[in-house]
């Protein structure tokens, strides 16, 4: 299954932006069953977990992400977010929603964050 962020955008260092993903009709009646992931691949370097978050709202941050990245979601809604505060260059990347562990990955959003 493939889902789709958005939200991208240029954004100056310091600045915030906010991603989306939305959920396929086809895992609607398993969303709960699933902890929802955010992963980025920068430019020249492999593609790394942001964080997730489980159904009850339990979230898990990478190191780079604590104190600047507030995940999301809701259930009701099938959404998951991604809120991305006091953005710095080492930020810019292609960013990704999926089931975690899931090797299935939508087309991604690029963030570019510029000084």
């Known amino acids: 299954v493939q889902l789709q962020a958005s939200g991208g955008g240029l954004v100056q260092a310091g600045g915030s932006l906010r991603l989306s993903c939305a959920a396929p009709?086809?895992?609607?009646?398993?969303?709960?069953?699933?902890?929802m992931a955010w992963h980025r691949q920068a430019p020249g370097k492999q593609r790394e977990l942001v964080g997730s978050?489980?159904?009850?709202?339990?979230?898990v941050y990478a190191d780079s992400a604590k104190g600047r990245f507030t995940i999301s979601r809701d259930n009701s809604r099938k959404m998951v977010w991604l809120q991305m505060n006091s953005l710095r260059e080492e930020d810019t990347a292609v960013y990704y929603c999926?089931?975690?562990?899931?090797?299935?990955w939508g087309k991604g959003t690029q963030v570019t964050v510029s000084s």
């Open positions: 999926n089931i975690q562990g899931s090797d299935s």
């Open positions: 009709r086809t895992i609607f009646s398993t969303y709960v069953d699933y902890v």
């Open positions: 978050i489980t159904s009850t709202g339990t979230v």
